[in-house]
């Protein structure tokens, strides 16, 4: 049972370039969701996704786009990387259903990127 | 939406002390408030979470207390030690329709020194 897999754990790239962060769970959560991480500052939800094939926006979504196609796996695209991408970026997963009270969320290692 | 402030920015304390963080979220519809860890260069970890039925809840020489009226909840980690340095982030959720969505205040670094 590894819980929540992000990678890669590093990356570098140039403004204007695109890439996929990957995340997967193995705990057969409903919920996950993507934050990001600015040195020295809380986390900010990017989206988030309480099922196969439904996701919504949360505080920051411009520059980013998400799609869950099965329980365990929600990439998250950045499609033109631009400077003030550079973050931390975290995937979390929870068991919370609609509708009901929450449950913790565990988090993944983190993908640290940086845009040049 | 949900809105949390964190303070202080930063504590620190000698071994042995006790630490207190507190936290403000603005909206009253929220009932479920986490506390994570957070060491550097790691991913956040629960150390203890709390809902809106419930006023205190302990956890060894953690606990957390909850006042609805004020909208506040606060972490209280008693005999620090240095392994408890790290940073410490609050955050709540609404439930229901926010689909357990979680707003994070700012984080608080506690630095324990031996």
């Known amino acids: 049972n590894a819980g929540v897999t992000q990678t890669p754990k590093f990356r570098v790239l140039k403004t204007g370039q695109s890439m996929t962060l990957l995340c997967a769970q193995d705990m057969n959560h409903n919920s996950m969701y993507w934050y990001r991480q600015d040195p020295g500052m809380g986390l900010k939800l990017i989206y988030y996704?309480?099922?196969?094939?439904?996701?919504d926006k949360g505080e920051v979504p411009n520059g980013y786009n998400v799609s869950r196609s099965t329980t365990e796996d929600f990439p998250l695209r950045l499609e033109l990387a631009a400077p003030s991408q550079t973050s931390v970026y975290f995937c979390?997963?929870?068991?919370?259903?609609?509708?009901?009270?929450?449950?913790?969320?565990?988090f993944g290692d983190g993908t640290r990127l940086s845009i040049l | 939406g949900e809105n949390v402030e964190q303070h202080p920015s930063t504590l620190s304390v000698q071994e042995g002390d006790s630490a207190v963080i507190k936290c403000t979220y603005s909206?009253?519809?929220?009932?479920?408030f986490p506390w994570y860890k957070q060491e550097l260069g790691k991913r956040p970890q629960l150390i203890i979470d709390?809902?809106?039925?419930?006023g205190e809840k302990k956890d060894q020489r953690i606990a957390v207390t909850l006042n609805k009226t004020a909208k506040h909840f606060s972490l209280h980690i008693t005999e620090t030690q240095p392994e408890d340095s790290a940073v410490y982030f609050c955050?709540?959720?609404?439930?229901?329709?926010?689909?357990?969505?979680?707003?994070f205040g700012q984080g608080t670094i506690l630095t324990v020194h031996p």
């Open positions: 979390a997963s929870s068991p919370v259903p609609w509708g009901t009270s929450n449950q913790p969320q565990h």
């Open positions: 709390i809902r809106s039925n419930v």
């Open positions: 996704s309480v099922g196969a094939g439904i996701t």
């Open positions: 955050a709540a959720s609404s439930g229901g329709t926010s689909y357990g969505k979680l707003t």
């Open positions: 909206d009253s519809a929220s009932n479920y």
